[in-house]
């Protein structure tokens, strides 16, 4: 009973945090929450006519291609750079409340995990549009969005860690994260290429993350064994890892903050 009354508190202090995330990122803004609707539909619209016309051939349906990977990239990008500054940037609240520091990075977290929920309504949208059919394995895609969770929430323990001792960091990751992107094939299909660059790119995390999400959209497909497998152990081993690292590296945190 104890045990569970501590993680609805400290579910409920995450819910205060977010709210006062989404509040703050939007504070200037007419449209607020809206922008999570419109802007990936005019990235799609944008990089569509770029490169329709390029992919026609290979990939049907393009925009929602592109979309569905956009939205998981912006999602793990989202909280991972927002993750990263969390700690630094609620000093003076960790140095007068008594709140576990990690609840700052899932709350970073949660917050682009709320945002994807919006995002969604207009990827709804355009599946409607484009008159793609959904099947039972779309029933699957909750557990491939857990399993990016937890892997995105080990890199911002990792990254809030590694910032609060060598800012520096930040833009080493904004350089990784360009190399990252175009190594998850969110706008190109990956069958086009061949040799070591494609394996490199199939064993990236993120893209099998995408691939899975976009068979069992717009292909109907469950991810194979060894997906599953992948998605798992990088998930669940990052997640690790990164938490690991965090409460190893916690006395130092507060004596470097």
Same mark, same amino acid.
């Given at each position: 009973?104890?045990?569970?009354?501590?993680?609805?508190?400290?579910?409920?202090?995450?819910?205060?945090?977010?709210?006062?995330?989404?509040?703050?990122?939007?504070?200037?803004?007419?449209?607020?929450?809206?922008?999570?609707?419109?802007?990936?539909?005019?990235?799609?619209?944008?990089?569509?006519?770029?490169?329709?016309?390029?992919?026609?051939?290979?990939?049907?349906?393009?925009?929602?291609?592109?979309?569905?990977?956009?939205?998981?990239?912006?999602?793990?990008?989202?909280?991972? &750079?927002?993750?990263?500054?969390?700690? !630094?940037? +609620?000093? %003076?609240? #960790?140095?007068?409340?008594? /709140?576990?520091?990690? *609840? $700052?990075?899932?709350?970073?977290?949660?917050?682009?995990?709320?945002?994807?929920?919006?995002?969604?309504?207009?990827?709804?949208? &355009?599946?409607?549009?484009?008159?793609? !059919?959904? +099947?039972? %394995?779309? #029933?699957?895609?909750?557990? /491939?969005?857990?399993? *990016? $969770?937890?892997?995105?929430?080990?890199?911002?323990?990792?990254?809030?860690?590694?910032?609060?001792?060598?800012?520096?960091?930040?833009?080493?990751?904004?350089?990784?994260?360009?190399?990252?992107?175009?190594?998850?094939?969110?706008?190109?299909?990956?069958?086009? *290429?061949?040799?070591?660059?494609?394996?490199?790119?199939?064993?990236?995390?993120?893209?099998?993350?995408?691939?899975?999400?976009?068979?069992?959209?717009?292909?109907?497909?469950?991810?194979?064994?060894?997906?599953?497998?992948?998605?798992?152990?990088?998930?669940?081993?990052?997640?690790?890892?990164?938490?690991?690292?965090?409460?190893?590296?916690?006395?130092?945190?507060?004596?470097?903050?």
């Amino acid at each position: 009973m104890e045990r569970a009354q501590k993680y609805r508190q400290r579910f409920f202090v995450i819910q205060q945090l977010t709210a006062r995330e989404i509040k703050r990122k939007y504070a200037r803004s007419y449209l607020g929450i809206v922008w999570s609707v419109l802007n990936p539909l005019l990235s799609m619209t944008v990089l569509s006519l770029i490169f329709s016309q390029l992919f026609r051939r290979s990939i049907e349906n393009y925009p929602i291609y592109y979309l569905t990977g956009y939205l998981l990239w912006q999602m793990f990008t989202g909280a991972t &750079m927002a993750g990263m500054t969390a700690l !630094a940037d +609620n000093k %003076s609240l #960790l140095m007068k409340v008594r /709140i576990p520091m990690d *609840l $700052f990075i899932l709350t970073r977290a949660y917050t682009s995990l709320i945002n994807l929920g919006y995002s969604f309504i207009a990827y709804g949208i &355009m599946l409607a549009v484009f008159r793609i !059919a959904l +099947n039972w %394995s779309a #029933l699957l895609t909750p557990v /491939i969005l857990i399993l *990016l $969770f937890s892997f995105t929430v080990g890199i911002s323990y990792l990254l809030a860690t590694g910032y609060v001792f060598f800012g520096d960091i930040r833009h080493l990751y904004g350089v990784a994260l360009t190399l990252w992107m175009y190594c998850s094939a969110i706008f190109y299909p990956v069958e086009q *290429l061949q040799g070591t660059i494609r394996t490199v790119i199939q064993l990236n995390p993120m893209y099998v993350y995408i691939h899975c999400f976009r068979k069992a959209i717009m292909e109907g497909l469950p991810p194979t064994g060894s997906e599953w497998l992948q998605m798992v152990i990088w998930g669940a081993g990052i997640y690790l890892a990164g938490y690991l690292f965090f409460k190893k590296s916690r006395n130092r945190i507060m004596q470097k903050i």
